[in-house]
């Protein structure tokens, strides 16, 4: 899939998930610069919900449903998983509305498994948003694309039938493994899927791919501390591009 088509992870356990409330407002850094392709999500479908509800600043709860990338886990700290960053964002930009994202995430979560919990561990909290980082592990594995967009296809029809707002999030860059990984069926399906659904996709391959290829970010990095210093800088940029993306 072409990377310049952008159109369209309180403390508490909660079915292995974490409850990230957004920290204080001053907690919130600067941070390092994360550009953006230009027109990145512009045409999108917007979360009009989603926007309501920030605007109006009473509670807005955002689950998570991913893998380890959702998680932290390279950075070495669940605080600065994207999620924990996206949580910390929006505090800094809504400080009137109280933003509880939910990080539903799992090691090595299928999108199968993702979806098995849509019942039980999502729709109960009754979340204005789901974002739902998927095809990563598919794509590791070589799952089956028509099982791989069923299944995702159900999981959405269930959120959206519960009046939940969806943000697909499509599968991790790495110059590593992008030349041994097939990701463009992937890439594809969710694309299509989205497009079918009016849902927006949070192109994070494509983003990813950007910083790799201006220099933003060394995704090739080699010595540990240096990797998890790369992963935190990338988790704290997609937690802040994704509070654009869904205040835009």
């Known amino acids: 899939m072409a990377a310049a088509r952008w159109h369209r992870p309180i403390a508490l356990a909660v079915a292995a998930g974490l409850v990230l409330s957004a920290p204080p407002r001053g907690a919130v850094g600067q941070g390092p610069g994360c550009p953006t392709p230009e ?26 449903l991913g893998g380890s990338s ?12 994207w999620p924990s960053r996206l949580a910390a964002t929006l505090a800094g930009r809504l400080p009137s509305a109280r933003v509880k994202v939910v990080n539903l995430a799992a090691p090595r979560q299928t999108a199968r498994g993702a979806a098995d ?64 990984i097939h990701f463009a069926p992937y890439l594809s399906a969710l694309r299509e899927l989205a497009d079918a659904s009016e849902v927006p996709v949070f192109h994070r391959y494509g983003l990813m791919r950007h910083w790799a290829e201006t220099g933003v970010l060394d995704l090739r990095a080699r010595e540990s501390e240096k990797r998890r210093r790369v992963a935190a800088q990338l988790y704290d940029c997609l937690g802040r591009v994704m509070a654009d993306f869904l205040t835009r």
């Open 70 to 81: 959702s998680l932290g886990s390279a950075a070495g700290d669940p605080d600065l998983s």
């Open 117 to 180: 919990r849509i019942t039980r561990d999502v729709v109960p909290m009754r979340p204005t948003l789901v974002v739902w980082e998927t095809g990563t592990v598919e794509a590791v594995r070589g799952a089956g694309v028509d099982d791989f967009r069923e299944t995702v296809q159900r999981g959405m029809d269930e959120l959206q039938a519960a009046g939940i707002e969806i943000v697909l999030m499509n599968p991790q860059f790495s110059r590593d493994t992008d030349q041994m």
């Open 39 to 64: 027109g990145f999500g512009a045409f999108e479908t917007p979360l009009a919900k989603t926007a309501k509800a920030l605007a109006r600043g009473p509670e807005v709860v955002i689950v998570v």
